[in-house]
C-alpha cells in the first residue's frame, strides 16, 4: 500500500491560503500509484483559538466537500487529517477520512485536549474512542489526533479489533520532540502494528511545530521520517509484516484483561 504523507506549514486562520496549498501539493505530488495520503491536524484554521467560534467549520460541510473532490479526482482514500468543526455550537477538532469515491468512512472528535496549547479554553472534547475503520482496498486502520497519542488506552481498542496501520495526525511542538518519536515508537511495539505520524511544521507566532513526520513498521523502526522543515514523505507498506510481527509476538492472544485494573 502506497501511502503519500503531507507535512505542510499551517497557516492560522486562513482556510482559504490552506485549501490552495493542499490542491496545488495534490496537483504536484500525488500519482496514479498513490493509495492513500495524510494530512495534518487542523489544517484549515490551524491554532487561532479565540477566532474558532466565527472560523472554524460547521458539521464538516466545507471540509468534507474539499477533500472528497479531490479524493474522487485523484482516485485516492485521504485520512484528512482534522480541522476546526462546530457541532451544536461546540467547537471541537475533528478527524474524518474519505473514500476514493467521495464518501466520508471515518470522524472522530479528539478525546483529549492538549492544556499546554489552551485546547480545552476554547473547544470540547469528544466522548467516544476512536473505532476502526477500513480504507476502499479493505485495509483496516485507526485514526487518532495528536496529544491522544499519550494516552495508550485509545488506540488499544481499533488495534484488538484488527487495525494494522495507526495514524496519528498532529500539530506537536518542537520542544517535545522527543517525545513524539518516542510514544509513536512504543504505539507500534505494543500494538504490532505500523504507525504514521503526520506532523506540521513552522512557527505560528506562537508556537514552533516539530514536523518530523515518519512511518514506523510493527517492529518499532523508523521506516522513512522528515525534518522539520515542509516536505512529503512517500512510503510502501507490506502490511504482511502486521501479520507476522502479530504471530511472532502475540501480544493479542497473551492479554489478561480480567486481571488489568
Not at 474539499?66 to 480541522?83: E, M, N, P, R, T
Not at 483529549?112 to 476512536?130: I, K, Q, R, T, Y
Not at 522543515?229 to 502490511?239: F, N, Q, T, V, Y
Request: include cysteine; aromatic fraction near 10%.
Amino acid at each position: 500500500m502506497n501511502i503519500e504523507i503531507f507535512q505542510l506549514k499551517i497557516e492560522p486562520a486562513n482556510v482559504s491560503f490552506n485549501e490552495t496549498t493542499i490542491k496545488n501539493w495534490f496537483s504536484n505530488y500525488v500519482t496514479s500509484d498513490t493509495d492513500v495520503v495524510v494530512l495534518p491536524e487542523m489544517w484549515n484554521n490551524g491554532y487561532a483559538l479565540p477566532q474558532l467560534n466565527k472560523l472554524a467549520d460547521q458539521q464538516l460541510s466545507r471540509s468534507f466537500e474539499f477533500i472528497s473532490k479531490l479524493a474522487i479526482q485523484y482516485q485516492v482514500d485521504i485520512v484528512a487529517g482534522s480541522v476546526s468543526n462546530i457541532m451544536k455550537e461546540n467547537v471541537y477538532n475533528t478527524a474524518f477520512a474519505v473514500s476514493k469515491q467521495g464518501y466520508l468512512i471515518h470522524s472522530y472528535d479528539k478525546v483529549h485536549l492538549v492544556p499546554m496549547l489552551d485546547e480545552p479554553l476554547f473547544m470540547s472534547p469528544g466522548n467516544a474512542v476512536p473505532e476502526p475503520f477500513s480504507l476502499s482496498n479493505g485495509v483496516k486502520i485507526a485514526q487518532i489526533i495528536c496529544y491522544d497519542l499519550r494516552f495508550p488506552e485509545i488506540l488499544r481498542y481499533p488495534a484488538r479489533k484488527g487495525a494494522e496501520i495507526a495514524f496519528y495526525v498532529a500539530q506537536w511542538p518542537s520542544v517535545r520532540l522527543d517525545h513524539w518519536i518516542a510514544l509513536l515508537k512504543a504505539r507500534a511495539i505494543e500494538n504490532d502494528m505500523f504507525v504514521v505520524g503526520c506532523n506540521t511544521c513552522g512557527d505560528d507566532g506562537k508556537t514552533e511545530y516539530a514536523g518530523n513526520s515518519m512511518i514506523i513498521n510493527p517492529n518499532g523502526e523508523i521506516i522513512d521520517q522528515l525534518n522539520d522543515k515542509e516536505g512529503r514523505l512517500s512510503c510502501s507498506l507490506d502490511l504482511d509484516e502486521v501479520a507476522k510481527q502479530r504471530e511472532a509476538i502475540p501480544v493479542f492472544k497473551n492479554l489478561r484483561p480480567h486481571l488489568y485494573k
